[in-house]
Structure formats: structure tokens, C-alpha cells
């Protein structure tokens, strides 16, 4: 499968943005979804992350209660709302695609990779 991120951009603290990932191929809805993000000189932190239906959702301690993924698979993409932003959001958001069965958060359970997109918040 192939991934292509989209909709970061410079905003400021408190504002919202949502970023989207689509995805090629027919076989979307097999796929457990999961976006992560990279700083510079950091390593990339697991986010949030969706089952392939979409019923389960888990996502990091900061961002729970601000950031919300979803996905449709009619549509073969998956977003992540972002609210309440923070300067400390500030990094390249990358979206994954696992066959696994179980929930996961590492990066290595990902197998697939979509080329990023930069999110900025100013404070």
C-alpha cells in the first residue's frame, strides 16, 4: 500500500488542523492505521493509532484528549484532528499502515510509510 500525507502547515498555539493520509490500493480496510511524528534530532513517536474498521482508537498521553484519528475506508484515507495545538506539536507527522492483529505503537510493526508532512505551531 501506498500512503500520502497531507494538510500540515504553520499555525498558531490553541488553533486546529487536520491532517489526511491517503492510501492506494484496494486493500485499505486490512490495515491498522497509525500516525507518528519526528522532531528534529529526535527520534519519531507514536501519536495515535486506529483498528481497520475503526472501531478501537489509542493514541500518546500528549496528545489524548486533544488529537482525534479516524478513518474511512470507503475513501482508503485516514486523519488525524488536531486541536488546542501546542508549540511542543511542532514536527514532521508521518501516517503507517500494520497488518498486524493487535494494537501496537512501534514503529518496526509498521510496514508501510507514507513521506511525511510538516506541522508547525508558533507560539
Known amino acids: 500500500v501506498q500512503l500520502q500525507a497531507s494538510g500540515g502547515g504553520l499555525v498558531q498555539a490553541g488553533d486546529s488542523l487536520r491532517l489526511s493520509c491517503a492510501a492506494s490500493g484496494r486493500t485499505f480496510s486490512r490495515y491498522r492505521m497509525g500516525w507518528f511524528r519526528q522532531a528534529p534530532g529526535k527520534e519519531r513517536d507514536f501519536v495515535a493509532g486506529i483498528s481497520m474498521s475503526g472501531g478501537s482508537t489509542y493514541y500518546a498521553e500528549s496528545v489524548k484528549g486533544r488529537f482525534t484519528i479516524s478513518r474511512d475506508n470507503a475513501k482508503n484515507t485516514v486523519y488525524l484532528q488536531m486541536n488546542s495545538l501546542k508549540p511542543e506539536d511542532t514536527a514532521t507527522y508521518y501516517c503507517?499502515?500494520?497488518?498486524?492483529?493487535?494494537?501496537?505503537?512501534?514503529?518496526?510493526?509498521?510496514?508501510?510509510w507514507g513521506q511525511g508532512t510538516q506541522v508547525t505551531v508558533s507560539s
Open positions: 503507517a499502515a500494520s497488518s498486524g492483529v493487535v494494537p501496537t505503537t512501534a514503529t518496526t510493526s509498521y510496514s508501510y
